[in-house]
């Protein structure tokens, strides 16, 4: 068993990288990985210093799934309370902070639920992609049913959730499940490479622009054009929106403080 912490959590940066720590088991996410992540969350949330927020594993795997050893051991009433209340999908979804899940080895269920979660994914060549809950008799319960066919298609989505086989980095790059796709050794320092980048942009207009894409998957059209707008003079209002508009005039490098 882990010794340490469940997750860790260090700094590179204005980049915070939270790291699940259980390689016993591969990174299943149990009831206390995922208290552990939404504390990690939780704790990097308000601070300033950190504008992009790495989601990894340890061991040579992202994660491997729920821990189906506790399924075993619950009712469904259980069950059905273990899965109400804050729930670490959807607050990585829904984080202020972008997020990059940074995958390599195993990412199976809600290991891979997790990760589409996340804003960006970057995979390293060994990563694994799949959902196999349909072996179990279930169905994905964290999101991917969801967020699949809004990232890959409904009939990609439905091969990885009908069949329960999982795919390789490769093909997950292809589909557009992940957008970078890079050799195990340089999985690091590519991922903090992009991280980097999104930390140099203004966290007001990082702010916005997550919001903007993702109404795309819940409003019309119309709806999705006015929400924009609106969006967009929130940035131009800010700050930060009149900073990156007179360093663009002085041909200057715009200094961002995140201010509204």
Known sequence: MSEGPLVRSEREGAVAILTIDRPERRNALDSAVRAALLDALDAVREDDAVRVVVLTGSGGHFAAGADVREFAQRTPDEQRRAMSGRRVFEEVAAYPKPTIAMVQGYCLGGGCELALACDLRVAGESARFGQPEVRLGLIPGGGATQRLPRLVGTGAALRLVLTG?????????????????????????????????????????????????RA??????????????ELFLACFASADGQEGIRAFVEKRVPEFSGRG
């Open 165 to 213: 086989e999982p795919i390789d980095a490769a093909e997950a790059y292809r589909l557009g499940l992940v957008e970078w796709l890079v050799p195990d050794a340089e999985l690091r320092p590519r991922t903090l490479a992009v991280a980097t980048t999104l930390a140099e942009r203004s966290p007001v207009a990082l702010r916005a622009a997550k919001a903007a894409v």
């Open 216 to 229: 795309a998957w819940e409003m019309p059209l119309s709806a999705g054009l006015a929400h924009e707008i």
